[in-house]
C-alpha cells in the first residue's frame, strides 16, 4: 500500500513537471521564431532603404549633371548662333548690298571698273574677320616658289554659281565641304555646317548668310550672293566644353556624331586622343556614344570609349547632326554614396543583431536593470551634446560677425549672440523664426532666395549687399556654405555676414582721393601746354573705352584711363617755350618731349595706384614688332595696358584738331593704325578701337575731338 501511494505521488508530481517544460520549450520556440522574423523583416527594409538611397543618387546625379550638361550645350547653341549673326549682319549691310546689287544684279557680273566696290568690300570683310575670330596661319611654304599657301579661315562673298567674289586674306578656296555646304543650303537661308578637317588639317566648321538684293523681299529668288565664313574650331568651341569650377577628375563632356555604322568623337578626349581622331561601332555593347545618339535626352549607366562604366546624359543640338555627353565615372560619382551606404548597412546590421541578443537578454534577464542603464548612458550623451553646444555658443558668441544656420525654408534653427543682437530678439522667440520676420519682406525674401539657391546648387557662395539696421545702411558680406541634413539638423545653410562698411568707405574715399590728385596733375600739364590741351584727358577715356570693349577686367581698364590721363606729366620738366614752339623742335628738343613719358613713368612710380600705372607708362614707347624703346619688348610680353594706351594716344594726336591744322578723319586715323598694324601697334586694341568706334558710339562721343581749340 505504501509503494502504490509511492508511484501514485511520483506520477502525479511528473505531470505538472512535464508541462512545465512542454511550455518554456514553446515559449523559446515561439522567441527563436519571433527572433528569426525579425531578422527577416529588418533584412528586407535594409535592402529597400539603400536601394531607396541609391535612387536617390541617382536622381541627384541626374539633376547635377542635366544642369551642367545644359549649359554646355546652351554656350555652343549660342557661340554657333553668334557666328551665324555675326555673316547675318555683314549681309545685311546696305553697302554691301548696294555694291553686290550693282555688280550681279544690274551689271551681270564684276569688270576691271568695279575695283574700288570690291577693294572696299575685301576691307570690310578683312575687319569683320578680324573682329569675329575668322583668321588663322596660312599653310604652307613661305618661300618664293611655284607652291600655293592655302589658308584655313576667313570670310568670302560667294557668287550664284560657286565662285569667289572677293574674300579676306588667308580665305580657304570653295571646294569640298565647303561647296557642298553651300550647295545643300536651301537659298534664302543661314546655316551652319558640319565638322569637317579644314585645309590646315584642324576640325573645322563653316558658317553661311544669304546676301539679298537691295530694297528686295529677302526672298530665296532674291539672293544674289552668299557670304560664307570658315574658321577652324579647336580654339574657341572645344574650351565651352569645359565647366568652370568643375572638380569632378572623370567628368567629361564629349560631342560625337554617328557616322554610317560607326559613333565619331567630334571634340578632345581625356584620354588624350585627338578630335575626330576616334570612332567606335554602334554595336559595341552599352557604349555611351551609341546610346546618346539614339537616345537625346536620356539619362542613363553605361560604358564610355575607354570601357569605364559611367553615368551619362545626352543632349541633341538642333543645327547640326552633333549629341552633347556629359558623363562621369561610377567609380567617382557614387564611391561616396557607396561608401555612406555600406556603413549605413552595418550600422544597421548592427543594430539589428543589438536588438536581437537585447531580446535575448530581455527575455532571460528582464528590462528593470538594463534600462536604467540605458537610461544613465543617454543621460550622459544628453550631457555631454548639451556641452558641446555650449561650447560652440562661446567659441561663435565672441565672433563679431553674425553666424546662422537657416533650413531651406529661411527659418533659424541656429545662431550666435551677434545675430541675436542684429534681430533684437531673444534666443527662445528667434528659433525658427523666418528671416523674412527680422529684416522685412524685401532684405527677408533676398536672403531666403540665397539660402534655397546655395541647397540646390550645394555650392559656396558669396554676396556684397546693403541694409540699414536701424542705424543706417551698413555694407555687409554674406558667405552662404551648405549644410546637407544630419541628426536633428535639417537641409540648410551656413550664413556668416561680416559688416564691411568701413572698409567700403575707406577704399571708395581712397579712390576719391586718387582721382582728385589725377586730375589736378593732368589740369597742371594742360595748363603749360594749351596747344595740347585736353590731350591727356582724352587719351584717358580712349584708353578706357578700348580697354573695355575688348572685355578687360575693372583693374585694367581703370589702369588704362588713369595712365592715358598720367602720360603726359612729365612734361613739367620741359620748358614752356619748348612746349609752345610752332616751328620744327630741334634734336634735343625733340628728345625731350619723346623722354618726358618716361619721365611721367618716373614721377608715378612711387604712388600706390591699384594697378601697374608706372609700368604701363613706362612701356609706351615700345613697339609690337620689338622695334621701340627702351627695352625693345614685343608682343604680348607688352603689357596690354600699355598696349592700349599707346593706341589711344596715337589716336587722339591724329584725330584731335590743334590751332593751326584740323583734326584727321576716324576713317583715316583708323586706316593709319591699321596700317601699322603687328608693327608699331596691336592689331586686336586697333579693331577694338574701330569697333567702338562703329558699333557703340564713340564717332558720337568723341565728334569735338576735331573741332579746333580757340585762339
Known amino acids: 500500500m505504501s509503494d502504490l501511494s509511492t508511484a ?68 555652343i547653341d549660342n557661340w554657333m548662333d553668334a557666328q551665324v549673326d555675326e555673316l547675318r549682319g555683314l549681309a545685311e549691310n546696305e553697302s554691301l548690298q548696294l555694291y553686290m546689287t550693282i555688280l550681279y544684279d544690274v551689271a551681270g557680273g564684276a569688270d576691271g571698273e568695279a575695283s574700288a566696290e570690291l577693294e572696299y568690300l575685301g576691307n570690310l570683310l578683312t575687319v569683320v574677320a578680324d573682329r569675329t575670330g575668322f583668321t588663322a596661319a596660312v599653310s604652307g611654304p613661305a618661300v618664293a616658289a611655284n607652291v600655293n599657301r592655302v589658308g584655313s579661315a576667313g570670310i568670302a562673298i560667294v557668287d550664284e554659281e560657286g565662285n569667289i567674289v572677293v574674300a579676306s586674306p588667308g580665305a580657304p578656296p570653295v571646294q569640298g565641304h565647303i561647296r557642298s555646304f553651300i550647295e545643300n543650303t536651301p537659298k534664302g537661308e543661314a546655316a551652319v555646317s558640319d565638322m569637317f578637317i579644314g585645309p590646315g588639317g584642324e576640325p573645322t566648321m563653316a558658317f553661311l548668310a544669304p546676301v539679298f538684293a537691295l530694297q528686295s523681299d529677302e526672298s530665296a529668288s532674291s539672293q544674289i550672293a552668299t557670304i560664307v565664313g570658315i574658321k577652324p574650331v579647336t580654339d574657341e568651341l572645344f574650351p565651352l566644353l569645359e565647366q568652370p569650377g568643375n572638380v569632378d577628375q572623370t567628368a567629361e563632356a564629349v560631342l560625337v556624331r554617328a557616322t554610317g555604322a560607326t559613333v565619331e568623337y567630334l571634340s578632345p578626349l581625356l584620354n588624350g586622343a585627338a578630335p575626330m581622331k576616334l570612332k567606335l561601332s554602334t554595336d559595341t555593347p552599352n557604349l555611351a556614344a551609341a546610346w546618346a545618339v539614339r537616345t537625346p535626352g536620356g539619362f542613363a549607366v553605361k560604358t564610355d570609349y575607354a570601357g569605364a562604366e559611367v553615368l551619362a546624359l545626352s543632349r541633341a543640338f538642333p543645327q547640326v547632326p552633333w549629341t552633347l555627353i556629359y558623363k562621369v565615372d561610377t567609380s567617382e560619382a557614387l564611391a561616396e554614396s557607396e561608401d555612406r551606404l555600406n556603413q549605413m548597412v552595418i550600422a544597421f546590421s548592427g543594430i539589428i543583431v543589438l536588438v536581437l541578443i537585447g531580446g535575448v537578454a530581455l527575455w532571460y534577464y528582464g528590462t528593470s536593470q538594463r534600462a536604467q542603464q540605458a537610461a544613465d548612458r543617454f543621460e550622459r550623451l544628453a550631457s555631454r551634446f548639451e556641452a558641446q553646444r555650449n561650447f560652440m555658443h562661446v567659441v561663435t558668441d565672441s565672433q563679431p560677425n553674425s553666424i546662422v544656420i537657416y533650413d531651406e525654408g529661411g527659418h533659424y534653427r541656429w545662431f550666435n549672440d551677434m545675430a541675436m543682437q542684429q534681430a533684437r530678439m531673444e534666443r527662445a522667440d528667434l528659433l525658427n523664426k523666418h528671416v523674412s520676420a527680422i529684416f522685412g519682406p524685401i532684405h527677408g525674401k533676398r536672403i531666403a532666395g540665397w539660402v534655397k539657391e546655395c541647397v540646390e546648387t550645394q555650392e559656396h557662395q558669396s554676396h556684397t549687399h546693403e541694409m540699414d539696421l536701424g542705424d543706417g545702411a551698413r555694407v555687409f558680406r554674406s558667405d552662404l556654405i551648405h549644410l546637407p541634413p544630419s541628426e536633428g539638423m535639417p537641409n540648410g545653410a551656413l550664413v556668416v555676414t561680416q559688416d564691411i562698411t568701413e572698409s567700403v568707405r575707406e577704399r571708395e574715399k581712397r579712390e576719391q582721393v586718387m582721382q582728385q590728385l589725377v586730375n589736378t596733375l593732368v589740369s597742371v600739364v594742360d595748363q603749360r601746354d594749351p596747344f595740347s590741351a585736353n590731350h591727356s584727358v582724352r587719351v584717358g577715356v580712349v584708353a578706357r573705352a578700348i580697354a573695355a570693349e575688348m572685355a578687360q577686367d575693372p583693374l585694367l581698364i581703370e589702369t588704362s584711363g588713369t595712365a592715358g590721363s598720367l602720360m603726359n606729366l612729365g612734361k613739367i620738366t620741359v620748358p614752356t617755350h619748348v612746349l609752345t614752339k610752332e616751328g620744327k623742335l630741334t634734336d634735343e628738343e625733340f628728345k625731350m618731349i619723346r623722354d618726358s613719358v618716361m619721365v611721367s613713368a618716373n614721377l608715378v612710380r612711387n604712388v600706390d595706384f591699384e594697378g601697374p600705372v608706372a609700368d604701363t607708362l613706362a612701356q609706351m614707347q615700345e613697339n609690337y614688332d620689338g622695334t621701340g624703346t627702351p627695352d625693345g619688348l614685343s608682343g604680348t610680353d ?54 567702338h568706334l562703329d558699333n557703340h558710339g564713340g564717332r558720337e562721343a568723341w565728334a569735338d575731338f576735331g573741332t579746333r581749340p580757340s585762339a
Open 8 to 75: 501514485t505521488v511520483n506520477a502525479s508530481g511528473n505531470k505538472p513537471g512535464s508541462e512545465s517544460g512542454r511550455s518554456a520549450l514553446f515559449k523559446m520556440a515561439a522567441t527563436g521564431f519571433a527572433i528569426l522574423v525579425f531578422a527577416v523583416v529588418g533584412g528586407i527594409l535594409v535592402h529597400q532603404f539603400t536601394e531607396a538611397e541609391r535612387e536617390r543618387e541617382m536622381r541627384r546625379w541626374q539633376v547635377r549633371l542635366g544642369i551642367i550638361a545644359d549649359s554646355r550645350f546652351a554656350e
Open 638 to 691: 607688352i603689357i596690354v595696358t600699355s598696349r592700349i594706351v599707346s593706341v589711344a594716344n596715337a589716336f587722339v594726336g591724329m584725330v584731335s584738331a590743334r590751332a593751326w591744322r584740323d583734326g584727321m578723319p576716324f576713317e583715316a586715323a583708323v586706316d593709319q593704325l591699321l596700317q601699322d598694324g603687328n608693327k608699331k601697334f596691336d592689331r586686336r586694341v586697333v579693331v577694338a578701337l574701330a569697333n
